[in-house]
């Protein structure tokens, strides 16, 4: 009965974390470029009583053994890299990625970090930004004098100048993708930095080599679900409180046995 406390005890403790990641989702349903968690779990180590394949008292064999399971542990929390929905924002410095790939941002550290928020602005010498104001990579100076911005779905850059009707190049808005994205390390903010489990970025022009398009005017949204987080809430905290239950049923039990004497 000491052991079912301890085994209730860890169920518990993985529907605390897997509220604590549903909570997260859901905090961020309007986050532009937010791609929701997922908890994983694994099973503890299992107490054998029993061994597999061992003979019985007659010599025959025991077809099935017996093995105690001892709760659940966190195996990991990933990220859900589909696709959210876009919305026509209008804005030319908007951009949403449909299909595979990031957006590179140059941190203040000198390294990269990988994002799918497109809501990048311009600074005051010109340069496209992020809200937090760090570079888009490679770096692109929109002119004072630009008017009609525009990108095409392969990123390239262009604007027209002091009343030329011929349009001028600024530069090409080049995608990231990985091998595994799912293996990013997230920074908040929106951004993604790499890691030995994502391995290392494939950079090239938007609409090449499996990476997406880029689509001006367009945000990407969330790809929260909540109606599938609500679920999922209410499915978690229903685990949560069976296994709560449990410790109730096992105290109780060890009551009755601390009583047996009176």
């Known amino acids: 009965m000491i052991r079912s406390l301890y085994t209730a005890a860890t169920g518990m403790n993985a529907q605390d974390l897997n509220i ?110 992020t809200s937090d104001g760090l570079l888009l990579s490679p770096t692109i100076t929109v002119p004072p004098d630009a008017v009609n911005l525009s990108i095409d779905s392969q990123g390239t850059v262009n604007v027209n100048q002091g009343g030329q009707t011929a349009a001028t190049q600024l530069g090409v808005i080049q995608l990231a993708t990985f091998q595994n994205p799912a293996g990013l390390k997230s920074e908040g903010s929106n951004i993604f930095t790499q890691s030995d489990a994502s391995g290392t970025p494939v950079i090239g022009n938007a609409g090449v080599l499996n990476r997406g398009t880029i689509q001006q005017g367009f945000l990407e949204l969330s790809n929260v679900s909540v109606v599938e987080e609500m679920v999922n809430l209410i499915a978690a905290q229903r685990a ?23």
Request: proline share 2%; net charge neutral; glycine share 10%.
């Open 240 to 262: 949560y409180e069976v296994n709560s239950k449990t410790v109730q049923t096992a105290d109780e039990m060890l009551q009755i046995s601390n009583n047996l004497k009176r």
């Open 20 to 129: 604590s990641v549903i909570s997260n989702n859901l905090s961020n349903v309007n986050t532009v470029g937010f791609k929701r968690s997922r908890a994983d779990f694994q099973d503890l180590l299992y107490q054998t009583l029993r061994l597999v394949g061992t003979q019985s008292a007659n010599g025959n064999q025991v077809p099935t053994g017996a093995q105690l399971g001892l709760g659940v542990k966190p195996a990991a929390i990933q990220k859900n890299f589909i696709q959210g929905d876009f919305v026509a924002t209008q804005n030319e410095l908007d951009m949403a990625i449909q299909g595979d790939g990031f957006f590179q941002i140059a941190r203040p550290d000198g390294t990269i970090g990988y994002t799918r928020a497109g809501a990048f602005k311009i600074d005051n010498a010109g340069q496209i930004v």
